[in-house]
């Protein structure tokens, strides 16, 4: 199994970093064919199809689940490695672009976007195929064990969107579910993935918001940005957590994220 983690870990890096080298958008950074995802049926799981499943929970219509049915494993494994994932994100990353290049905003230095890391700026794909896509329940030890590696790759479609943002002269703000004790990594991980630049780059504070979910621990953050002077123009993430509740800015996109579910 650990060999088969690195090969997988080597061959994503190598396959970003080649396409980046030659200025080639069009790669696809995930061409992992191990234990899980190989079949592309669209299985059955209590009278509808895994397809429509994630649909359903993309929309939010199934909400508070906490692993990927069983049956889907193969589908969803299916859905992460071919360009319909990628094709899927660039529509929301696309979006929000034509929609804020036509905003007219103040020129005074305070327009910020707010970007959630995993599965939104950065990818735990190569951790996830070796857990089932999402089917085995969350193990934070493993998961951790992962982010301290500092190799999740970047997802290009949103690097296109944070890009033409600084272009655009909005500056970024960073607010992830990761701890304050990951920090160091999650900063190298972002600029060894392409993210040069930030405004803010905020981490949970464990003992601040302990018993609190997500969506109350990241509502307060935006709040408190708002408060320092800030103006939210849009959010972007791959949970409802992350685009709900108070401040969010005046748009949120919701990248696609069908393997877990963050209240």
Known sequence: MMMKTLVALLLVATIAATAHASGEEEYEIFPLRLNSGKASEDATLQGITCSS?????EVHNIIEWSTVPAECENYIGHYMQIP?????????????????????LPKDGRNIWIFDIGETTLSNLPYYSQNGFGVHKFNSTLFDAWVEKGVAPVLPETQKLYNKLLDLGIKIVFLTGRTISQTEVTVENLKRAGYHTWEKLILKNPKEYSGKTALEYKSAERVKLEKQGYRIIGTTGDQWSDILGPAAGRRTFKVPNPMYYII
């Open 84 to 104: 319909k994932y990628r094709q899927d994100s660039k529509a929301v990353n696309r979006e929000a672009y034509l929609w804020v290049r036509n905003v007219s």
């Open 53 to 57: 499943w994630r649909l359903a929970v």
